[in-house]
């Protein structure tokens, strides 16, 4: 409580009307304070105690703000203002605005407001030091709402020092009330003008400006998976992140197994970084400059302070769904004080987008090319024809597709130009483009992460945006038509044309639960997190080639022998991929280890087989540096693949470091949901080889629970499959190398293409042979192959044999799903 005068009680209690300290208000203290500055003292009140560091501050009250509108009579002066406003004639709520704006600014504050301010502002001073340096928060009493996020709407001052400088900003941020995109959004979402209140916080600053900060939240924002928490960091102050000046770097943590003592770092990301805000000198608050290409090229947090801010996260989510009794994700900002080098949370709201969708409906988009899907199954049998090269890529928010033409704004005094259904592209957005980000049909920036301002609008709007794009406002030109597609994963793509695309919906509710186990094949890890929604019972087939091919793209020998590497233009290229990494083998166990460990983390605690690399010669020749260690073979299909590599001199080393990551996914990460299984296994003493490799390299079967499973894709995997039930845990048939091997068909040959069928009666006895062996020796045995996917009376032929399980491509779960439900219904 701030006193300004002793003289009566009377006056004391109308100074408590007009500033509360954080400490004094909590959760329930909104409609007095907003819902900034009750989150604020909410945290410091109970997340303290626990660890949370939270910076103090004060705050002016809504009955301050109410005070002052009403001591100036400026209420009547406002509502004849608004008389006729109109919010979708840009023209007139600007003027409107503008009027509203300068009406506020040009009344002076009550002189009991100014002493109140004035005075907490001194003993602010007097805790830390002469002229405090505060950030100044508008906080409206209608703000941070579960179902309603009024973040942005109001303005912030950062560095504002003196009393004097505190007024002026406690000032502004009054008259802030009445910005544009305000105006425009509380119309929108139909709240009365006159019925919320401005507060304003004042809190210390963090010399974030000396070291980094960033937004995260507890829950995925794209797909709203709730068990990962999603941080994204620059340096300096967290505006440029806020709004989106910036391509922040990217962590994901998977919550579950942190809150048991694990590292689960399931994905990062490296960000551009271009700009930090640092203070300014001169007679402005704060200034951009540039980062130094040294700082670009690292991550802005390492390991311990990423899993400290997650930690947090938690602490925050779960405390404030306790106190709202109901499941609550949270919208955070934090910093890092460059003096100090203390984490410091800065604001926690509610998430808006996420938490309001309802569950029991999975929609999902798709682009078609003569009614094929356009590359984004997961099958290892192409069904898509050649995927358009896209005109600009870049973050993808949100899962769905739009299209239509282009509009170019790159000065904001422009926007009253857009057209409702034009697609926006624009260097980046701030809140004053709001009134027509409603309008668009998706949005497409240079700048900006996955919680930068165009992120979350376009989440909150539910439209489709392309952000981080780089180059964006020069390839593309208004009036041109594209699709924007933000379907395929987590990179968005820009097309060219108004491709064609369909959109499924599919009720979740009353879907039948079937004896046999539908899991599903993942290639993609960028993937995971949505596909997990599917009703599924784990993943039969996560594919390390994906990774591999996709994510890492370097021969894992490359990086073993990167100085004897031949290739001077190789190893340049290797060098610069690797540019973050003294040690380069450590760049292939990273990536893989985050690949898998997302896949793992998406379906956690549901089993996720791992297939080890089953890359054929000439296809591990086409990674960076992989010809110079690679043989030249007659038929690769037939040859140096799969556990043949394994415990080859040629390949040991590099199985060694497929090992280092799936042992780092289940004993860093604590994702023990991970089997590890082994393809193209000729015979079990060859097996009993790989296990001796992996118990070299830390994964013993049978310690930590680990089981090892074996492709059963060989005729001699049939055959001797009771020799196998010796050595592994489990079977996974592979109907599309066993359909090969036992017709005598190569798969990729087109002149043969047509004997090439599953359910060939040879292959079909085959499948039948193993699945009673695998029963009789009480091993688990599924399939992982296409023929599920593609024949429903295959999987029918499948539930009668009892297999244990079938793994689908995604695109296929619910629709076999419902047939083998039928056929069991029928057994």
């Given amino acids: 409580m701030v006193t300004v005068s002793q003289n009566t009680l009377a006056q004391s209690s109308k100074e408590r009307s007009l500033i509360l300290w954080f400490d004094e208000v909590g959760i329930a203290d909104i409609p007095l304070v907003g819902g ?20 103090t501050g004060f705050a002016t009250t809504a009955y301050a703000y109410r005070y002052f509108i009403k001591s100036a009579g400026l209420e009547a002066k406002l509502r004849e203002l608004f008389r006729d406003l109109d919010v979708e004639d840009i023209k007139n709520l600007r003027l409107r605005g503008k009027k509203a704006r300068s009406l506020l600014i ?16 001194e003993s602010l001073c007097e805790k830390y030091n002469t002229d405090t340096d505060v950030a100044v928060r508008s906080s409206a009493t209608a703000e941070d709402l579960p179902d309603a996020s009024f973040a942005g709407q109001q303005e912030t001052y950062l560095n504002v020092v003196g009393v004097e400088g505190v007024l002026a900003a406690c000032h502004k941020c009054f008259a802030s009330l009445f910005t544009d995109r305000a105006i425009s959004y509380r119309q929108t979402k139909g709240f009365d003008h006159f019925s919320i209140a401005l507060t304003v916080g004042v809190q210390k600053m963090v010399r974030s400006d000396l070291a980094t900060s960033g937004v995260m939240f507890s829950i995925d924002t794209e797909t709203g998976f709730k068990d990962a928490a999603l941080i994204t960091a620059a340096y300096g102050l967290g ?11 990217e962590y994901c943590v998977f919550k579950p197994t942190l809150k048991t003592g694990f590292r689960p770092i399931i994905d990062k990301k490296l960000g551009s970084k271009e700009l930090k805000m640092i203070y300014d000198d001169g007679s402005k608050f704060t200034k951009n400059v540039s980062v130094s290409t040294a ?31 109901i499941y609550t994700p949270m919208d955070i900002e934090w910093a890092k004080d460059g003096i100090t080098n203390e984490l410091f949370i800065v604001q926690a709201r509610p998430e808006t987008v996420q938490s309001q969708k309802t569950g029991n409906i999975l929609r999902s988009y798709r682009l078609l090319l003569g009614n094929k899907e356009w590359g984004i199954g997961n099958g290892e049998k192409s069904h898509s024809l050649s995927t358009p090269k896209p005109l600009v890529t870049g973050r993808a928010i949100g899962e769905a597709i739009s299209q239509g033409k282009v509009h170019l704004i790159l000065d904001i005094r422009k926007i009253e130009q857009f057209q409702p259904g034009d697609v926006l592209v624009t260097e980046r957005t701030d809140p004053d483009w709001e009134p027509i980000m409603k309008r668009a049909s998706a949005i497409v920036t240079n700048a900006g992460g996955r919680t930068c301002h165009a992120a979350i609008i376009a989440r909150e709007l539910g439209v489709p945006a392309i952000v981080g794009c780089g180059n964006a406002t020069d390839v593309l030109k208004t009036g041109q038509e594209v699709t924007i597609s933000c379907a395929e994963g987590e990179e968005g793509k820009a097309y060219a044309g108004l491709l064609p695309f369909e959109v499924q919906e599919v009720p979740l509710e009353d879907l039948p639960r079937t004896r046999t186990q539908i899991l599903m094949n993942v290639g993609n890890p960028q993937e995971a997190l949505s596909l997990s929604a599917i009703p599924n019972d784990g993943v039969g087939l996560a594919r390390t080639e994906f990774i591999i091919a996709n994510q890492i793209q370097i021969h894992p020998m490359a990086l073993i022998h990167f100085d004897e590497l031949k290739d001077e233009f190789v190893k340049a290229k290797v060098a610069n991929i690797t540019a973050l990494y003294e040690k380069k083998p450590q760049y292939f166990v990273d990536k893989l280890a985050q690949g898998i460990g997302r896949i793992a983390a998406a379906f956690y605690p549901k089993s996720v087989i791992v297939r080890m690399s089953d890359f054929k010669s000439n296809e591990y020749a086409n990674l960076l540096g992989g010809r110079q260690f690679e043989p030249d073979e ?39 949901n991970v089997i590890p299984m082994i393809p193209f296994c000729r015979t079990p003493d060859e097996g009993r080889l790989v296990l001796a490799e992996m118990t070299k390299n830390g994964l013993q079967q049978g310690v930590n629970n680990l089981q090892v499973y074996v492709m059963c894709e060989l005729p001699s995997n049939v055959i001797m499959a009771e020799e196998f039930a010796d050595v592994f845990d489990g079977f996974s048939i592979g ?6 091997l036992t017709l005598g068909v190569d798969r990729d040959s087109a002149l043969v293409a047509r004997l090439f069928d599953e359910r060939s009666p040879a292959v079909k006895q085959m499948v039948k042979m193993v699945i009673k062996t695998a029963k009789k020796r009480n ?12 024949y429903p009376e295959f999987a029918q032929f499948l539930v009668e044999q009892e297999i244990d399980s079938i793994s689908l491509n995604p695109d296929s779960v619910l629709k076999t799903m419902l047939e083998i439900a039928k056929v069991e219904q029928q057994t």
């Fill in 36 to 55: 900034k500055n009750a989150s604020l003292g909410e945290m410091i009140q109970q997340l303290t105690p626990q660890g949370v560091k939270v910076p």
């Fill in 106 to 121: 040009h009344t002076p504050f009550p002189v009991e407001l100014r002493d109140a301010i004035a005075t907490a502002y």
């Fill in 779 to 790: 091993r688990k045995i599924g399939i992982c192959g296409q023929a599920p996917s593609d």
């Fill in 735 to 740: 109907s599309n190398d066993l359909t090969q």
């Fill in 634 to 672: 007659e038929n690769p299909m037939l040859g140096w693949r799969g556990a043949a590599r394994y415990y080859d001199e040629g390949y040991r080393e590099a199985f060694a470091l497929e090992c280092e990551a799936i042992k780092r996914v289940r004993q860093e990460m604590g994702l023990t």
């Fill in 239 to 249: 505006e440029n992140v806020v709004q989106g000046s910036v391509n922040p770097d």
């Fill in 295 to 325: 700082d670009k090229r690292k991550f802005a947090l390492n390991d311990d302070e990423i899993l400290q801010l997650a930690h947090w996260a938690c602490l925050i989510e779960d405390h404030y769904s306790q106190t709202h009794g």
